[in-house]
C-alpha cells in the first residue's frame, strides 16, 4: 500500500501554476494498481482517496501511518464504490458482494477492509467520523435520483445520491454518481461552489483514447485538467468543479466538509466566470 500526502493549496498559489502544477496538485493519475492499494491523503478536508485493483490476491487496508491510528476506520468513515468488475469487500467480519456500480458505506470502527475479486477496481473516499454509523450495501436503484438540465444545454444528467441523508445515515461523508444523457457533455454547468465543503470527482466509463476536460479554479481565475478515465480531481472549497467530455463518461462525486447538506451551494452564473 503506498499513500500520498497531499497538502492544502491556497487559490493564490493555484493562479500562478502551470498545467503541470495544477496537475500534480489536484489531479489523481494513478489510482489502480495490480495488487495494490493506493491512497492519497489530502488535507483539503482530510479527505482520503484511494485505488484497490485485487487482481488474484486479497488487499487488505488497516494502518495508514498519515491518519495516527492503528487502522483507518478508528476515527473514520468511507464510501468504497465497485467502478469495474465485480468483487467482494469485508469490513467488521462481514462479507459485500459488489457488482459495478454498487457503493458501500462502512462507519467508524468496522476495523481492516479487505478487497477482492480478479478484474475488479474498487475506488473509495474517506472523511474523518466522530460516531459510528451502521454500514450499507447501496445499489443504483437505492440511490435518491435528482434528474438536472437539458439536451439543448448539453447537460442533461441524472444525480444518483447513495451516501446521501436520505438514504444513508453518515458523519459527514456525502457520495454519489452523475451519469449524463445520450449527446450531453457537461456535468454542472452551471458550476457551483460551496465553502463548507471539499469534493473529489472521479470520472468513469469514458471510453480509452478520449479526455474530459475538468475546469476548476475561483470562477473568475478558471483553469483546466485533462482527465483521463479512472482519474480523480480534489476540488479545494474555493474551485469550481465541472467538466465537459469528448465522449460520453460518467463520474463519482464524493464531499466531506462542515455539514451534509448538498444543496448547501452558491451557484456561479455562466456569464460570470473568466
Ligand atoms: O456538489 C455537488 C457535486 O458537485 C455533484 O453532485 C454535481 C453533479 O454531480 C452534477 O451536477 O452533475
Ligand atoms: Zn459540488
Known amino acids: 500500500m503506498t499513500t500520498q500526502t497531499r497538502h492544502p493549496v491556497h487559490p493564490d498559489f493555484a ?12 489531479l489523481i493519475e494513478d489510482l489502480f494498481r495490480r495488487g495494490e ?16 485493483a485485487p487482481v488474484g490476491a486479497t488487499v487488505e487496508i488497516s494502518h495508514v ?13 468511507v464510501g468504497i464504490a465497485c467502478v469495474q468488475g465485480a468483487g467482494e469487500v469485508r469490513a467488521a ?14 462507519g467508524m470502527g468496522a476495523g481492516p477492509l479487505s478487497f ?9 473516499v474517506s472523511a474523518p467520523a466522530h460516531r459510528a454509523c451502521p454500514t450499507r450495501h447501496i445499489r443504483i436503484e437505492d440511490a435518491a435520483q435528482v ?11 441524472v444525480i444518483y445520491q447513495f451516501i446521501h441523508p436520505a438514504v444513508v445515515e453518515t458523519c459527514q461523508l456525502v457520495m454519489g454518481m452523475t451519469r449524463l444523457g445520450k449527446g450531453s457533455v457537461w456535468n454542472t454547468m452551471p458550476a457551483h461552489l460551496h465553502d463548507r465543503r471539499s469534493e473529489v470527482y472521479f470520472y468513469r466509463d ?22 483521463a478515465n479512472h482519474q480523480a480531481v480534489i476540488a479545494p472549497s474555493w474551485s469550481i468543479h465541472a467538466g465537459a467530455g469528448t465522449a460520453s463518461y460518467s463520474f463519482i462525486w464524493a464531499m466531506a466538509g462542515d455539514n451534509i447538506d448538498y444543496k448547501d ?3 456561479v452564473e455562466i456569464g460570470e466566470m473568466k
Open 265 to 267: 451551494v452558491e451557484m
Open 116 to 124: 477482492s475479486g480478479e478484474g475488479a477496481r474498487f475506488y473509495l
Open 15 to 26: 493562479r500562478t501554476m502551470t498545467s503541470a502544477q495544477l496537475r500534480e496538485h489536484f
Open 65 to 77: 501511518p498519515q491518519t495516527g491510528t492503528e487502522s483507518l476506520l478508528d476515527r473514520r468513515e
Open 206 to 227: 469514458l471510453a480509452e483514447g478520449h479526455r474530459v476536460f475538468h475546469f476548476m479554479g475561483e470562477p473568475q481565475e478558471t483553469r483546466h485538467l485533462v482527465v
Open 37 to 52: 492499494a493506493r491512497l492519497v491523503y489530502s488535507h483539503h478536508d482530510r479527505m482520503i482517496v484511494g485505488g484497490v
Open 93 to 106: 467480519g462481514q462479507a459485500h458482494a459488489m457488482a459495478d456500480g454498487d457503493m458501500l458505506y462502512v
Open 147 to 157: 434528474a438536472l438540465g437539458s439536451t439543448e444545454s448539453s447537460n442533461e444528467r
